[in-house]
């Protein structure tokens, strides 16, 4: 299956250069440019595209409002977005994340990690290694804040069990590392996160990250809520 893909920056040369690299690569195809956020929008509508590379500075609006556009309209539930860019602080990094974002990479990527990337979140994954979940959250989304501590979305229809696997999973722990600790299989720890997901409304494992973190099921340190 071919992995269709949107590339939103303003830069012409970068685009370019994306594209002679993605073409060029067997299962992965561009189907579409944009330019600026407000583009990004209209095209992923457009061209159907699997995945996003999203650039956060962009004119007439930018990568975080594109992200949030996309991932908030249904008929795009689909569509994944990878951001791309040089202005890699971990403010913009939960921002994104915040948006929908499926995951985040510098643009100083080398071409192989580039399109590792693309197939880890064409496939559903977040492109967040625990360590980097971890340093993120931990300092960002931990931070007290206005309204905090109001049950969101999702956590009541949650099951003891599912809120115990959303906490690890917000942990950064793998599926394999949550079935080891729990003494389950692999397959039913994905099992009991993909429905985490489901009656959460989060698009993928990224987004269960920051719900987790949000609603108080793992605390500021790492540490999983009693």
């Known amino acids: 299956m071919t992995i269709r893909v949107l590339l939103a920056d303003d830069q012409t ?3 370019a250069t994306f594209r002679l690299l ?6 992965i195809e561009v189907v579409g440019e944009a330019s600026t956020g407000a583009e990004a929008v209209v095209r992923a509508r457009a061209d159907r595209a699997d995945i996003v590379l999203m650039d956060i500075r962009m004119p007439d609006m ?3 409002e594109a992200t949030r556009r996309i991932t908030a309209d249904e008929a795009l539930a689909g569509v994944k977005i990878l951001v791309l860019t040089t202005f890699e602080t971990d403010e913009l990094v939960v921002a994104g994340l915040r948006a929908g974002a499926s995951g985040f990479l510098g643009k100083g990527v080398d071409p192989q990690t580039l399109l590792q990337a693309i ?3 064409a496939a559903g994954e977040s492109l967040l290694s625990p360590a980097a979940t971890t340093a993120l959250i ?3 989304l931990a931070q007290p804040q206005p309204g905090r501590g109001a049950p969101g979305p999702g956590l009541v229809e949650l099951t003891a069990r599912e809120r115990e696997l959303t906490a690890l999973v917000g942990q950064g722990l793998s599926n394999d590392e949550i079935a080891d600790q729990l003494f389950i299989s692999t397959a039913t720890a994905k099992t009991h996160i993909n429905r985490a997901m489901t009656k959460t409304g989060a698009r993928d494992r990224a987004q269960l990250v920051v719900f987790a973190y949000e609603n108080g099921l793992v605390l500021p340190g790492g540490d999983q809520a009693s």
């Open 138 to 140: 931990q300092r960002f």
């Open 22 to 27: 993605l073409d060029s690569t067997d299962g």
């Open 62 to 64: 930018d990568g975080i």
């Open 119 to 121: 197939r880890t979140v």
């Open 13 to 15: 040369l970068l685009r």
